[in-house]
Each structure stands twice: as C-alpha cells, then as structure tokens.
C-alpha cells in the first residue's frame, strides 16, 4: 500500500539527514519536556507492574517510545513500519530489541506481551480501527494510546485554528508531510469499540500541547522565555477546556483488557483519569472477549 512506502521513505530520510529525537539529542530542550509530558500516561503501570513486558507501535524516531520504557526498566521491543531507524537506535544502545511490524498486520501471537504502547503512530495508519484492534489483540492487559483528539466544536474552535496559523504558518491539519490523513480518535469511538469486543472498561486524560518549531531547541529551564511561552499555552488552553470552551487537542487512553483493581483505578483518578466502566453484554459473560 502507498502509504506503507511513504513511512519507509519517511523513516529512511531520517537516517540520512540523522534527524535524531531531543530526548537523545537535547533530553534539557523544550521538545524533549513536550514528549515526555506525553509518555506520563505509562507511569502507572509501570509502577503496579515493574516486571512486564511491553512493545511500542508506530516507534521509527529512533525507538525514543522505548527508550523511554526501558529506562523504566521493563522489558520492551520497539517496533516500526520499518526497521531503518530502529537499527541505529539499536546500534547506539537505545533500546535492547527491535522489530519491523506492520501495526495493521502484526505477526506476534495473541497475548504475547503484557502491554502495547502507541504513541502519534495510529493516526498516520491508513487503517486505523484495524491497528487498534491489532494491539489489543497482541496485548494480555492493556494497550496505550496516546494520539490525537477529534475536536468536535467548541466555542473558541476557531480561535484556536487561527492560533495555529499565527504560530506555524498554516491551519491545514488534515494530511502531514509523511503523507497520511489526520485520523483523530474521539473517546465515544473508542468506548464503541471496547464495549462490542466485551472489554471491562478504559481510562482517558486530555493533553493540551503548545509547539512552536522554532522553540523545541530551546532549554526547559524555568528561566527560558520560550519554557514560559510554552507553559502558559498549554495553561490557558486547558482553563478552556476546563470551562467546555475549546476541546483538549489529544488524550492518553489506557485500554484494559483485564479488570484492574478498584484501587489502581482510583489511583488513576487521582492522577487526572476520566475512568469509564464499559456496559456488561447480558448475553455472554465478561470472560469471553472477541479478541
């Protein structure tokens, strides 16, 4: 398919402009900050299951995903369309295992890893609902998602299409450079599709992001003006959403396939979590998940 072949070349000029991920290059920058914001969504589990093992999906920066996890110390196999990046992470000591995986056609047997963590990969799949049901697939606990959010419409929507135009020079958000449509998730979706498979329930927490190229480079001191630019962005667009006036841009979803305890989920809450108890189906028991 043409969109697999533009993610290869994607990831294949990658390594030859040696565009390496912050948390490699720059691990003080803003952007580095940024990604790690993202990734805090894992720490939960990370903590109530320090021996697991996990893969990454959609992870061609470098394995960055699974560098991360691993210096959590878990087990974790980065995974990507291609294994161009992945090799020079690999050979630079950055992550400890690697595997080219198609994300819609995975070749790992059902419930081979405790947990599959996909981070801004599934809405570049031609095939979204395919890969979400590939990982859960793969996945004996949880999957995590960390991706885009379907904004619907909020009363200051457009104030924030104009900001993007002021800020990066277009409000076209629709298709990205490496060539695939913008598929944002929305968290009715995902409730839909949990629930007809028989899962127990899931948890999601809004992310607002505030990016401005030009400041990625810049130090995530306290002192640096564009740490401040940045925090304030991303402080006032959540006093929006807060007050139903603009929707949070992405969200971290955490997809159980086996019930948690009461007590991690209200660890969760306390975390921020929205926790949604998924309907039981009368007709078949909780124990008998479609995949």
């Not at 920066?61 to 369309?81: P, Y």
């Not at 006093?239 to 209200?266: D, H, M, V």
Request: charged share 20%.
């Amino acid at each position: 398919m043409w969109s697999y072949d533009r993610h290869k070349n994607h990831e294949m000029r990658l390594v030859q402009d040696e565009e390496f991920p912050s948390c490699y290059t720059g691990p003080d920058t803003i952007d580095a900050w940024r990604h790690l914001r993202f990734l805090e969504c894992t720490l939960p589990l990370l903590t109530e299951w320090p021996v697991s093992e996990w893969i990454t999906i959609g992870d061609g920066n470098f394995g960055s995903d699974a560098f991360f996890l691993r210096s959590h110390g878990v087990a974790v196999t980065a995974t990507s369309i291609s294994s161009n990046t992945l090799s020079i992470a690999h050979a630079n000591g950055w992550i400890d295992a690697y595997a080219a995986e198609n994300a819609e056609s995975l070749s790992y047997e059902d419930n081979a890893v405790d947990f599959v963590l996909c981070k801004d990969a599934l809405h570049h799949f031609p095939r979204p609902p395919i890969g979400f049901y590939e990982m859960l697939r793969v996945a004996r606990k949880a999957i995590v998602l960390v991706e885009p959010l379907d904004p619907g419409w909020r009363a200051l929507s457009s104030l924030k299409t104009f900001a993007k135009l002021v800020l990066r020079g277009s409000s076209d958000d629709q298709f990205e450079p490496s060539g695939n449509f913008v598929y944002r998730l929305t968290i009715r979706e995902v409730f839909k599709m949990l629930t007809a498979l028989g899962y127990p329930c899931f948890a999601w927490k809004g992310i607002n992001d505030c990016y401005v190229a030009k400041l990625g480079t810049a130090s995530a001191s306290r002192r640096s003006t564009g740490w401040l630019f940045t925090r304030i962005g991303i402080a006032f667009q959540d006093a929006l959403c807060r007050i139903k006036l603009l929707s949070f841009g992405r969200a971290s979803i955490i997809c159980f396939k086996q019930e948690p305890t009461k007590q991690f989920l209200t660890s969760l809450e306390r975390r921020g979590f929205t926790v949604v108890n998924l309907p039981r189906n009368p007709y078949c028991e909780r124990s008998e998940p479609t995949v």
